[in-house]
């Protein structure tokens, strides 16, 4: 019969599941925030001695109850579980590495299923990992690894036939072999038959512990090295050519930072101009072209059969159009403007975005800015490709015809997004009549490229709106509402500091930071930046806002968060969790270069939002 104490306490348990938690490598420092938070609050905590060194301990209370489960068996350290559990006592099971890893979790967890006991898992720092970081290697490398193989060879206890170490090192990945010095000989055969003798391997022992060992060595010399060393336990044999590169600090560089390769967070910036050809008197003028214009690229029609190894030839000059055309800044046409018209007008997207189209004609005698003439450049390319062959540039925009300002060359200078280009015409049609119109500047960011003469007056509340024939610009982060005419031209000037909880969504995060910015009366067009603590260097659901919106993210230690000045709203629960007093909020004034707080925290239950204005007035 179940009494009233014993209730409350199956109450109580149902608050504190089992934890089984990851110790990391060795170093006490090296376990997870959140696994230091859970000894801390443990009340038992029965660990792995044979592995987990005792120094890992030292986060839990004095009167926590500690126990050895090197000399148990799994029948007794249920029961530990179970008594502990039944008192409404905390437990956390201590494993080395990360649990999910050569753990032994799983039957345990089985065990306390069956008598209803929940668990939950925190996961940690494995040691493949940690000699990784103590060697200062990458195991995938682009177009040298790509895959990790974490294994063992087969001993006592046996792997699955189709998970021998000899089917896995056919692949020559990188390979990190765990519990297996004990059969380095064995090792050392599959190694260097798959690898080469000489391949570089290493051994690591006891990586992050002060007994660490790291020795470089090959397959060939392994066994021997091993039994010098004396190496018998807690040691792991690592192989693979990213091993190589890095012992031996090889030439390598990624294409991730390349400044000619895109992803989400930045797109590709490829200055080089794109020459294309597709007759022989063609060719010979892109030649003379390229010699006075270095950061050109040659494209030739496969059918002139011109061997250049500067060139790239093409079979289908449609096909390799629609593959290029946003790859480069720009384009100059050596043929007929009627066929680069017909090819081109799949690929136009938009006048802010599209790079500069040029057309020469085969002779030599004009050089005509045909697409994005503005914004692209293809006005000045135009012009420049013109002094290089004697040729006359024609420039058909009606602001460089009439010799007057162009407001999208003006926003562009000073660095100002154009929110709305389609208002561009109104602008620029006032600079050619001599028509004035409203100007909206507080920062007087366009004053100086602006003659007064243009300017009817400054913008007021409601003035525009009223007479939808006059035309204006607004120049500012704030959210405003006019009629077409008016353009908006955002400055970057706003950072979005964001805290969330771990596995929010991407949805979550974006409508809160949408709702934020509305309810705030802020552009979202200004918004150049996201800062956060380093702790969710990994939180997938902010990653894909960030690449959603294309804004980078800045991330921050809580040593450098802890030294923001200006900070609203701290937060005594932040703190208990990560180590700050704010996360959302001094990340957005680190981000923006110590800029003001204009929009303190807003919270919902997994979402914080702040925003700070940079200084960008130069």
Known sequence: MK????????????????????????????ITVKGQHALADADLVIYAGSLVPEAVLKWTKPETRVLNSAPMNLEEIIDEIEKAYEKGKQVVRLHTGDPSLY??????IAQLDKKSIPCKVIPGVT???????????????????????LTRMAGRTPVPETESLELLAEHKASMVIYLSISVVDKVARVLEKAYGKDATCAVVYCVSQPEEKIIFTNPEELPEIVRKEKIARQALIIIGKALDIGNHKKK???????????HGFRKKKNDKIALWAITPKG?????????????ARLHFSADLNINDIQASCFERLSDAIATDFHAHTGHVFIMSTGIVVRLIASCIQNKTTDPAVVVVDEIGRYAVSLVSGHLGGANSLAIKVA????????????????????????????????????????INMAFITGKKFYLHDPYKLLRDSISPSHILTDFKKGQIAENEDIPGVFIDDALAYFSKKVLRLRPGSLVAGIGCNRNTTMKEIKDFFEEVLEGS???????????????????AGLIAFAEELKLPISFYDKEELNRADGIKSPSDMVEKHTGVKSVCEAAAILASKNGKLIVPKHSTRNVTVAIARTSFIS
Do not use: W
């Open 3 to 30: 009494t009233e104490s014993t209730i409350k306490n199956q109450d109580e348990c149902a608050l504190k599941p089992v934890i089984f938690a990851g110790a990391g490598p060795g170093d006490p420092e090296l």
């Open 103 to 108: 753990g032994a979790i799983f039957e345990q």
């Open 127 to 149: 040691a493949a990992f940690a000699a990784a970081a103590a060697m200062g290697i990458e195991y995938t490398l682009p177009e040298v690894s790509q895959t990790l193989i």
């Open 252 to 262: 390598y560089k990624s294409k991730l930072y390349d400044k000619n390769f895109s």
């Open 283 to 295: 060719a010979l003028l892109a030649r003379k072209i390229t010699k006075s214009l270095p950061d």
């Open 387 to 426: 002094e290089l062959i004697g040729a006359d540039p024609v420039i058909t925009t009606a602001t460089d015809v009439n010799q007057t300002p162009a407001i999208d060359v003006l926003a562009k200078q000073h660095n100002l997004f154009i929110e709305n280009p389609e208002a561009i015409k109104n």
């Open 521 to 539: 009366k802020l552009a979202i067009a200004s918004v150049i930046r996201i800062a956060t603590i380093n702790l969710k260097a990994d939180e």
